[in-house]
């Protein structure tokens, strides 16, 4: 690139050489000088709009430096960066956060960080086999289990969800499922709330249901199957007749 023995104080002015620069980078693509940036005691940044397609609100900066008065003007670097104005990509965010409920396919994987704050520690593991064994019966032997605020988070879900008790199908059953025979209580802190249900007829077999959730499929749901129409108490039956012989004349 070609430079100039300019003053310090001149690094402002230095526009055209900044421009020649950007051109061998960007070739036609360099628009019109909008503004100067000071980098330091001998740097200044020139700005000009790039006019690129797809890159509305970006600018070339050309950064241009020197050692001081009497020296010359060097080219720092050129690169296309984005303005205030520029349509430039959302922020970055890690897959493991970008994952939302349903995204999870056949044959995926998605192992949970060791710092997972949905989850605690159950115990400390000891070496004695018996106690072990014993932490293995009584459900301790995962190494992990959801904290309290996670707990939390997943009764909140299920409670507002399609099988919560705002639903149109709960508001509409004539019992809940609390009352239920068909309602299978999960164990652990959620069991007062939640259960599953086992009725293949309801819509929400298989799934977690609110104890105050409900359907038509109730297990003790009564309809009576009598005739809507009265019955008279006396019933005549036409297929009978009663023959009267007529005296002879």
Same mark, same amino acid.
């Given at each position: 690139?070609?430079?100039t ?6 690094l402002?002015?230095?526009? !055209? ?18 503004g100067?940036?000071? !980098?330091?005691? =001998? ?7 790039? &006019? ?8 070339? =900066? ?7 008065? #009497? ?10 960066v ?25 044959? &995926?994987?998605?192992p ?14 000891? &070496?004695?086999?018996?106690? !072990?064994?014993?932490a ?30 705002? *639903?149109d199908? =709960?508001?509409?059953?004539?019992? %809940?499922?609390?009352?239920? #025979?068909?309602?299978?209580?999960? =164990?652990? *802190? @959620? ?7 086992g009725?293949e ?8 249901? %609110?104890?105050?959730?409900?359907? #038509? ?9 009598? *005739? ?5 108490? @006396?019933?005549?039956?036409? *297929? ?8 002879? !004349?």
């Open positions: 690139m070609s430079t023995p300019v003053p310090e104080l001149a402002a002015g230095v526009v !055209e050489q900044a421009r020649a620069a950007a051109r061998e980078e960007a070739g036609d693509e360099v628009g019109a000088h909008v100067v940036q000071p !980098e330091d005691e =001998a740097a200044v940044t020139h700005l000009f709009e790039a &006019d690129k397609p797809g890159y509305r609100g970006w600018h070339w =900066a050309v950064t241009v430096a020197n050692s001081g008065p #009497g020296t010359t003007v060097t080219i720092s670097e050129v690169v296309l984005p303005g205030p104005d520029a349509l430039v990509a959302p922020a970055w965010v890690p897959w493991q956060q970008r994952v939302q409920a349903g995204d999870l396919g056949v044959g &995926d994987l998605l949970t960080s060791p710092d997972d704050p949905r989850l605690v520690p159950t115990y400390v593991q000891s &070496d004695d086999e018996a106690v !072990e064994e014993v293995r019966e009584i459900g301790l032997g995962r190494v992990r289990v959801m904290s309290r605020p996670a707990r939390l988070d997943a009764a909140s879900r299920w409670q507002g969800g399609e099988f919560g008790p705002r *639903s199908m =709960a508001r509409s059953a004539p019992e %809940h499922c609390g009352t239920c #025979g068909f309602y299978l209580q999960v =164990a652990g *802190s @959620l069991r007062a709330a939640f259960g599953v249900c009725n007829i309801s819509p929400a077999d298989g799934h977690v249901v %609110h104890v105050q959730y409900g359907c #038509g499929a109730h297990s003790e749901l009564r309809i009576d199957q009598g *005739s809507p129409v009265l019955v008279a108490d @006396l019933i005549y039956d036409d *297929s009978l007749l009663d023959v009267e012989r007529a005296p002879a !004349e």
